[in-house]
């Protein structure tokens, strides 16, 4: 079963039903488009280019859909990078409002604080979330091609760790992005991807050659087998299958696009137990 569910609501999104019923405390989902609105009605994020005073209010629309005030939303400046940031009730709000205010050239963030919304944008790329339940740690970072290869996804489990978690209680989603029936890319990323890989099967399932010099790239196979690595347990890893370029009426795509789209916003926040 898709554990990304489409919800039809005054503003539309993905919940990740699962972690949400287990943990009412907390929210985390990506948000979606619908295919009858204006193209760019639903972009969340200030860098692409639209309108910013309509950018603010779809955020504002987001997060009280959630329960939280727009005061939540805390957000990073992405490089595609793996810059991580760790986010106190000091930092809540940075960047919901204007770029200059975020997180400048950071990938990931994470927080033990309460009513602090995580945000971060994706068009293409892949959404990875962390929660840790004894904890009550979350987190969300941006992994493309460069983030995957910088094995971003291992450095959060780090950084869970240096707050005294353990790789195996850490529970950990990957949310929908291009899939590989979409994503074909070169030499220039599957060479750094094998570096990554260590499992030569893995990297088989990972990047499928199917013409010379070109391979359809699974990026979230990838940070799957990364999280593996990185001592995370099998069934506590949750992937979705939606394809951000297949699934067009939802979903806005960078590459499908040819780099003239909006932003989805993948989230995560927490009030109190």
Known sequence: MEPFQYH????PIFSLTSWQNQFPHITVGFSARRADEDADCRNYALHVGDRPRQVIENRRQLSGELGFALAAWTCAEQVHGVHI??????????????????????????????????????????????????????????AGWKGTVGQIGSLMVKRFC???????????????????????????????????????????????????????????????EIFLQAGILPEHITVSKWCTSCDHQYFYSHRRDKGKTGRMVAWIGKQER
């Open 8 to 11: 039809d609501t005054n503003v």
């Open 162 to 224: 240096e707050q005294g978690a353990k790789p195996e209680e850490i529970l950990v989603a990957i949310g929908p992005s291009i899939g590989p029936c979409c994503y074909e890319v070169d030499e220039h990323v599957i060479g750094p991807m094998r570096k990554v890989i260590a499992d030569s099967q893995a990297m088989e399932r990972i990047a499928v050659n199917h013409i010379p010099g070109r391979w359809q790239c699974d990026l979230k196979t990838a940070n799957a």
């Open 85 to 142: 940031e760790h986010v106190t009730q000091a930092d809540r709000g940075k960047g919901k409002e204007g770029r200059e205010t975020a997180f400048q050239d950071t990938d990931g963030l994470f927080t033990s604080e309460t009513d602090v919304l995580l945000a971060a944008y994706f068009a293409d790329c892949v959404p990875l979330y962390f929660y840790h339940p004894t904890l009550d740690l979350i987190g969300v970072a941006h």
